[in-house]
């Protein structure tokens, strides 16, 4: 199967309030653009493969005013918060009368990785020919993680443990690189190269939310003068939350012959659910289960390390980038050679092109931005952003967690 | 001396969310000749190309938890902190000896 379209809303920092930015207005047009993207007709979309989680963190306050404005400007399902807090395929339906065709519908919870993986196999078993791919993001007002279960009295699950001592989303990354530092004789200033790498990128992706409102660049003496969240994570090591959607169509390969874009072909797809032993993977864990993933996706894709033009792994924390990609062994990368590997050329201009994309890094938090990046760099439409070092044919993309995710072999042959 | 740190954002207009304080009100305050500058969670290098956008030589642009070495960097005889957060610009502003303002305070002070 192959991706034909892209559609990608405008990002902003947090909900304004309006009808056309809440979090079901900008997936209707991530939706919309995708398939004008692929010069498909909306009619012969038979799939849609969505996640109906939108959370960033920020939940609807308990006793604020529920917005009806912008719930009643949509046709709406029994939940008012429905396109507004959480998603579902209910409501896109319900708003999008021009996907008359559509027989299957699927969740893909958690993040894009996982909602690709889902349409892939669906088109890859016949249960859908012409599939959309949707994630969206809201964020509201206000602090993020203060609010849904952890503003309880109580908290389910190994949550109960995590949550209680309140350590911040990034502190089991955090134990792990102070763990692969230690361990590799390395130092957290060698991230900066990635960092910088990551936001220069970042900066030419016109979708992105960086590009668009805040166009900064991060310097080495940025990164380093950064204050501390879980050290040794700073506040660059984290991705910032923000509002956006994006979509995909996908679709047979015989199909995707007749649509404007050129396709880019899904070799493989796979996924780990990798139990750790304790609340936070150890490095050992981390290492085994990034190798396994990478037999995993090159066994099924039948290709080598050596066959990746570049790669687009997750990086939402910038500390676990390299956890990815030494497992892929992309460039011939051993575990704890990493560090020194971002010490020299890992431009979008050099032979060993690092996160084109720009990531949540050079983006915002979304975990989409690798995959639109894959494609766009396959169909030669990553403008500004494009490599130029290496003849783009096959990429690998995916997380989002190196325990942990889904990942995906993008081509531009279906062979 | 008085010597005014500026938080970025939800304290001045430029911030992301906007705050109520006035690249204005910035410039004549270094009019006035304070000390003055930023501290924030923006990239150095941004706030530095903030302050040259609207032509204000500020005195320092600093990351949210350096306010100590502003402190130890300009002798002044009081030194005040604007922000927004009270967890990210009142506590560490106070930590390190400044007087912390809310921006709708800041406005409201006689500051001549």
Known sequence: MAAVGIGHSPTFRRWDGTPENSVGGISLKALRRAIQDAGANPADIDGLVMDPSTTTGAFWPQGKPLPWDAINAYNRTDDPL??????????????????????????????????????????????????????????????YYQGGANAGNAIPGSSAIRSLWGTPACFGTAVQFAEYCRKYGKSHDMMAPFIENSRKNGLKFPEGYWAQHRPEEITPEDYAAARWIAKPANLFDNDMPIMVSAAYLFTTAERARHLKQKPVYILNHATSRTRPRGLTPTLDEVEEDTARTARKIYEGAGITANDLSFENMYDGFALFHQFHIEGLGYRGLKFGEALDFYQTDISISGPNPVSPSGGNIGCGRSRFWMHTDCIQQIQQRAGERQVTGVKPEVAVSGGPMPVGGNYMVWSATPD | MILISF??????????????????????????????????????????????????????????????????????????????????????????????????????????
Not at chain 1, 109 to 127: H, K, L, T
Request: aromatic residues 8%.
């Open chain 2, 7 to 112: 938080d970025i954002d939800g304290t001045l207009e430029e911030g992301d969310p906007p705050g109520i304080l006035t690249i204005e009100f910035v410039r004549e305050a270094k009019k006035g000749g304070f000390l003055v500058g930023s501290c924030s969670d923006r990239p150095i290098s941004a706030q530095r190309a903030m302050w040259k956008r609207h032509g204000i030589d500020v005195d320092f642009a600093v990351s949210k938890h350096m306010l100590g070495d502003v402190k130890s960097r300009f002798a002044a005889d009081v030194y005040y902190h604007i922000g927004d957060r009270e967890d990210l610009d009142k506590r560490p502003a106070e930590q390190a000896g400044f007087e912390f303002l809310w921006p709708h305070e800041a406005l409201e002070k006689p500051w001549g």
């Open chain 1, 82 to 143: 429905d396109g507004i807090t959480g998603l579902s395929a209910d409501w896109i339906l319900a708003n999008m009368l021009e996907l008359s065709g559509i027989g299957f519908t699927m969740y893909g919870v958690g993040c894009m990785s996982n909602a690709i993986c889902v349409a892939a196999q669906a088109i890859g078993d016949g249960r859908a020919h012409t599939c959309l791919v949707l994630k969206s993001w809201h964020n509201l007002e206000g602090r």
